[in-house]
């Protein structure tokens, strides 16, 4: 088969076994064969016995192949799929605190009402706003947040999942 | 039946169909080594000097047995000197269970006395591992952990017991030898599409590797080259599959490969590429890899589909089972253009071969041949000698080469060649090694005696490391550096030393004398034979290159 070589990033759900050290099983076989991750995210699914990962890769499409296939061999992963984004459901959380003074307050409010986020924590020189959605809307949040101060911030990694009735 | 978790282990492996176990005890396995002293009559250990010989031991045992090598040490430093006999088997895919033991649960974590994050450490280079937490789960990990290690692409696992797991007890009720998983994707083997290109093909190679041996589908693959009238080629790992004397077996490709095997392998215009993972060695530049041809690719790791080598269509399942539907449906061939071309390359092959005078490589390698059946087991080490074995040496049975191919471990050799005689129910077998990789493990060679094994060992002695030598020569300007050993070693003295035999031999008339006593024992004896170091492993296709690169004198 021949590969494009063109570079995308793409989306990995993974379901795994709730067991101690699949994280680093994981994350190990990504850094062993140099394959970059953008972002993992991993937490307990309706079964308690399996977690759920998602990861986003930047990477070609060889890159993609095999990341597949070697996440295959795992023993404890049980399931890998590669989500569509047309067709997927992507979310991530932000907390962001800014610097604020009494001449911005107001701006910053309106941009979180904007972009429908959240203020969760404020005093007179700092406020920390709670935000949730696609990453491009994230981006541009933050983007916007960077003339005032960012004093830190966190990002969750992003959830996804597929459209539809179908599960993993 | 309560048991404690120490007599579970050894109940397990002797239910897992284990008769000969390698390992070295210590504090924290000295449970286990209680119960493999009740259980002697039932399930033997032997005894390494070192855990990297026991480990390398188990591994040159399933490689001539086809069984699963079970190898087991200590916990910290008898843990950490598995790790490169782990690494080994897991390149050439070797079915391995290592058991180490480890400090009390309760000590985990604290940097306590030979406590290693052995799981950690072996993470990547087993197929799984384990540290067991509770001895309820001791036996289904056990049994896990075999049928893990053989099944699909087999592999080495590792399961780290806890001393406190080994005291606990619990109830235990035997099983029966695990099965491997199948798990041939039917779907995904379509057979007619490689008829139609067999059909099509006026110059087919077949490529035959590791994965040959392993499912030992040595007949299926004769008798498939044989129908549709190919040559076939082999890397390293794949070269005990076929008998080494049949015409159409044109031996080692790939970069020390010989001249025929490696012009075929460019030169054919439909590439059957049987259990093999195209290592960098075995290709060169991927560029140039077989330019004309179509390749197909069939293997049981579907993750070695288009991983190294960009193939026209693979097929994922066992060897054996592919081969087989194959041969129900593939019809006699004939190639006679194609078989010209490639008797003209073999003429050019032997018009290039080396002088073959008294000491050199290929006429003692030759020399060991006439003397050996298809059951006498060969182990190498790593270096010139390991090339010049699997260039001239005409294997003539199934699972009777050891060699580390993936890891090019130096120091294999020992410990595999003992692991081969236990595997083989003791038969002749016989070691090339290099003066450097002997240096490496030569103290195997009290297991050897301790064990009275039937094993000859060649010590192909140039008094340098030839291999990074001929680097050296051909990459360096000749700036030797840290190459020439020059030791003082007097190998026979310390083959006596060890309560071994040996001799030394510099011409022919030596060498035939020292064949004829070592091979008219049953016990160790070491052949010193010193050859030139300035001997070369030809053809070379340096790294990265291509056929037309190829450096022939
Ligand atoms: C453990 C290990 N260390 C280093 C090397 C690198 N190496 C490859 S071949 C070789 C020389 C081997 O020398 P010797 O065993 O005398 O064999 P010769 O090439 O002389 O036949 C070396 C140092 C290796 N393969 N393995
Ligand atoms: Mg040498």
Known sequence: ?168 | MKLTGARIIIETLIEQDCETVFGYPGGFVINIYDELYKASDRIHHVISAHEQGAAHAADGYARASGKVGVVIATSGPGATNLVTGIANAFLDSVPLVAITGNVPLALLGRDSFQEVDIMGITMPITKHNYIVKDVNELASILRDAFRIAKSGRPGPVLVDIPKDIQLATCEYKPGKPVEKTLDVLTEQINIDKIVELIEASNKPYIYSGGGVVISNAGDELKQFAERIDAPVGFSMMGLSAMDGSLPNNLGLTGMHGRYASIKANSETDLLIAIGVRFSDRATGNKLKYSPNAKIIHIDIDPAEIDKNINTYFGVIGDVKYILNKLLEKVKPKKHPEWKEEINRYIADEQANYPQNYGMHPKNIIERVNNLIDDKTVIATDVGQHQMWVAQYFKLKGRRTFLTSGGLGTMGYGMGAAIGGCFGSGNQRTVLFTGDGSFGMNLAELATAVSNNLPLVIIIMNNGVLGMVRQWQTIFFDERYSSTTLDRKTDFVLLAKAFGANGMRVVGEGELSLALETAFSIKTPFVIDCVIDCDERVLPMIPPGGSVENIIIN
Do not use: W
Request: glycine residues 6%; charged residues 25%; contains cysteine.
């Open chain 1, 1 to 168: 088969m021949d590969f494009s070589t063109k570079k995308e990033q793409f989306i990995l759900s993974v379901l795994v076994a709730n067991h101690f050290g699949v994280l680093t099983r994981i994350s190990g076989l990504f850094s062993r064969r140099g394959y970059n991750i953008d972002s993992l995210n991993v937490g307990e699914t309706e079964n308690p016995e399996t977690s759920r990962m998602t990861i986003i890769v930047t990477g070609d499409e060889y890159i993609k192949s095999q990341i597949v296939k070697q996440l295959g061999k795992l023993q404890e992963v049980m399931k890998v799929e590669m989500l569509p984004k047309e067709e997927t459901v992507l979310r991530e959380h932000l907390l962001i605190k800014i610097n604020v003074s009494r001449e911005t307050r107001s701006e910053i409010t309106e941009a979180v009402n904007v972009f429908r986020g959240k203020i969760v924590d404020f005093n007179s020189d700092s406020v920390t706003v709670e935000i949730n959605g696609e990453p491009s809307k994230l981006n541009a949040f933050i983007e916007f947040t960077k003339s005032y101060g960012i004093i830190e911030m966190c990002r969750s990694g992003a959830l996804a999942m597929k459209r539809g009735a179908n599960s993993l």
